[in-house]
């Protein structure tokens, strides 16, 4: 029974692919496990990892957030011009996480209480996004606090910091996942219809599930700034796309109600280890993405067949065995 | 069932919403700058609409034929062809016939490709179209990396940029196909089943209606039609690069939508996406008209798109 | 304390769904709302939960207000509603769904574990399924189900209940836990809205009733009042359904024959043959391998291994149901999401197995209208979406375009779900000719084994995948209470 619990899992398909990913790494390249090195790639996915987490909220409600990479990028060039100005660090942060919760508003209530498509209407603020940014920095400049740039780029009894920041994100997210709205978005992802029906106020489910949404964003962004330490514009575009495939290749459905956060992080994971491993291996730069691209397009197809495979497995005890009590009850 | 058709009069023009939104933006372009309506200008943003459609064609099929279809590889396929008939055609037309096969051809196999994903691995099309792009971009960087872009010969470049009785050759081009498509749906068994497929597709599979084919046409229908309009690109923009198609991806999608095509597929026409295309075009053109830098231009075509979504395909409720 | 709904009217579109309908609903009544299809009482079932708006007129529970569409505050105002295409959510288990409105929480803000199990602990052991509470939904059967659904109205212990067909796919076993549950619910003064088309149930459940007809009320009063004559009158139909006492020359040639079927997991396999001009009914409990033997005859399901089917002595491609309705088998479901192309228009829908084959010549619009008027089918112009049209209507077009195919077989899924007494009357007569005239084997399912009784001429009755009892009409051993008595006894026995 618990095992099954765990084989059906919409997650432990891309829990595997992230070990194997880790394993193949380790053996490519074992010093991957030092310290420094950790510290190296922990701070160059740390963003990442935070942003498929605001991406599996969105999704959850079937949803989708395609603002996620120029969002991230510009709370990362905004905080950078707020330092400039000179706010101090602490005002900066939560300056940020207000910005990020208002890009959340927007998207939600485009999409929550106007009722426009997701894709659309996400794309939209992408560009209206991405035009803030470029209007505050058209190119990689500025910098951060030097005593913030060097915490996140620090080690704590040989454990990078970012990744030590990185267990508040999942201890926070932890909260998310056990609240009741979770539930409810998970309801509401799932069958919007019978959701409204079953009495849950389902536009504001959505709403409220882009402010989360958002504030993961700004978290993302933030941690984009201490560890790049410096603002540019394009660094995390990338991530609109890099998002979508960590969550799906960790379980979660882009049809809403299914999956989970730690899933969409392992995926992420994977995706971030990909490359690395490219890079690691001595793959030239230019063969790089196609063979990353093959690479993720095969672990995606496999993931999710597999997770469905192993879940109609799971159903099916589920069926039969209700059907062999049944006979045996008779 | 009492009381019947008592319709609005406006409704019964099709397309009025878009119509009505294009000549807005002929007045609101009139007012910013008299030459927004000189016909050399009309002229450029009708080529670019005609660009595109034509792109848009094949995401209008994708859309339609419904179940979450999507085709986020058309910028992709467009980016491959471009370097593709760079490198392959050079700067004469001699190979040009051989390249263009070779590209068509190979579009149409990244679209069966989609389509083996989506409907024999049942996955999202939204995530394998991603995927593949992914894959084509990566297969467009090692090209490149073979084979450095060169300058059209005179055919290519004439068809991007040259005149056939005084009409760019692209609006020529977008006019032929807007008749091949329409007649496509609207009078060929496939483009009859596209729609049953795009209504209901467990419909259409008890109606005996070969899904399968269908979906797989649909999709590689695409990738040809976005290789169709990676060559129009090449020529119309005279040279080629890695991120030449890129933006054609989500404009083609916002085409198609904004011309009243569901999302949710099945209900639609390709007349709607031309429109959409020449909306689209028309913003563009009129924002730099206003002569903004590129963060502005951004930011507003962005607000625009918001408005223009929200006045032509609000989500039923 | 009464519940009021108060002049209410309603457009889709063009259409006035209701005009001017008043009810009321006081404490221990049960009122039966009753109509055909399209007489608008599904709409005014919504519109009492807050589902729909209403255009005009008010609703009023217990002196207060409906203000807002919403399904919330018609919940908080205390009426509760059991939908007859399910509120429940598939992905989630039966106890998430339970408690989905009004989540216990700690903190305010986190999911209360305990508590919410112990919530739906307590609901759903009011239906018998307190066991199910860890399965997600989509797993449960059909019933259980629908006694999810009633669990989950009674948890909000609401005063008022609306209740749309939910008997109507439950078996008789489940429709006794709801009689009980209703009892107690009138009992403890309580009030309830029973939307039905079935005159037994109507009897047995309410005390008053209001018929709609097109929207309007034709008549209130108390349910022993009026005749069974005219209910079935009002729901639209000029007929009642008159046996043809004798039938034209029934059963010929065997047309289909299925060897090696399993209709459920692991049971033994059976063998099934149907002839031509007779039809055919397959009852018994819900989910004992009905579906299974449908759904492969209709190339919608793979075969399992050492099933195979013949149609006129050639093998059925099975699993590949374009062959197979070419091959002159039509499939017709009650379940329209599965049949309809909502979008497309009426001509696109009847056309539609037209246009999925080669060969065979496309109906013209005249063609078109006669099927439609062959089954007194109401529509506002063949270029209209069929979306437009109440459930019956569009059932009926999917009928109509059978007799555009004239198949060789025609396996029909529960095709008169839900609609009303009048139409299905034509449906059936539709499928007698299409049996008796025309030479089809026509293969049924129902959920109501009173129509499978007086519908079919032969009714196989499965059980666990295997047929424990054969009646016939020509030997005069079929009758709903003998299929009734072959899958009881079978269901005691065991």
Known sequence: MMLRQVWSHPSFPAGVLAVLALVFALSVNPGLLSTGSMIGWSTSQLGLWTAVLGQTLALMGRGIDLSVGAGVSLVNVAAIALFEAGWPTAGVIVAMLILGLLIGAANGALIGWLRLNPLLATFATSFVLLGLTLQIRSAPGGSAPMAAVMFMNGATWGIPNAMLVFVLVLLLWGLVARSAFWLRLRATGADPVRAWNSGLPTARIKVMSYVMAGFFTALSGLFVTFCVGAGDPLFAQPYTLLTIAGAVIGGVSLGGGTGSGYGAVLGAVFVGLTSDIALGIGVSPFWQQLIVGCVLLTGLAVVVRAGRWLKAKSDSTVTRSAFETKGKAA | MTALARTHPLRRIPHAGSLGMILLLLVAGRLVNPSFLSPMNLWAVLSVS???????????????????????????????????????AGSSDEAVPLTLAVVLALGALIGLANGIGVRFLALYPLVVTLGVSFVIEGLALVYAQSQPPQMP??????????????????????????????????FTRYGRQLYLVGSNIRAAQMAGVPVTRVVLTTYAASGLLAAVAGVLLYGYVASANLSIGAPYTMMTIAATVIGGTALSGGSGSFIGTVLGAVIFSLISNLLIMLGLGPALRYAISGLVLIAVLFATSRDAA | MTLVLQGISRDFGPVRALDDVSLAIGPGECRALYGGNGSGKSTMAKIASGILSAGAGRVLVDDRPLARTSPAEARALGVGITFQELSLIGELTTGENLVLADVPRRFGFLL????????????????????LRGRRVELLQTGEKYLVELAKALQSHPRYLIIDELTSAMHASEVEIFAGLLAEHLAAGGGALFVSHRLPELRRFCNTISVLRNGKLVFEGALADVADDDLVKW????????MPASRAPLAGEIRVQATGLRPLPGARPINLAFRSGEITGIGGLPDQGQKHIQRLLAGLQPAVAGERVTLSGAALALGDSAAIAAQGISFVSGDRDEMVFARRTIRENMQAPFVAMKGRPMPDDAAILAALDRLNTRHAGIDRPIGGLSGGNQQKILVARCLLLNPQVIVAEDCTKGIDVASRNDVHHLLRELAHVQGAAVIVTSSDDQELAGLCDRVLVLDGGQVIAELSKVEQTLDAQAIVSAYMKQERAA
């Open chain 3, 112 to 131: 209360d574990r305990r508590g919410a199990d112990a919530a739906a602990h307590a609901a759903l052991k009011r239906v018998g399924l307190a066991g």
């Open chain 2, 50 to 88: 005609a660009l595109l459609a034509v792109a848009s064609a094949g995401q209008t099929l994708v859309i339609l034929s419904g179940n979450q279809g999507i085709d986020l590889s058309v910028g992709a396929i467009m980016t491959l062809t471009a370097l593709m008939v760079s490198g392959m």
């Open chain 2, 153 to 186: 010969g005179p055919l290519i470049e004439s068809i991007g940029i040259g005149r056939f009785f005084g009409i760019p050759w692209l609006v020529v081009i977008g006019a032929v196909m807007t008749v091949l498509m329409t007649l496509l749906l609207r």
């Open chain 3, 235 to 242: 729901a639209g139909g000029g007929h009642r359904d008159e």
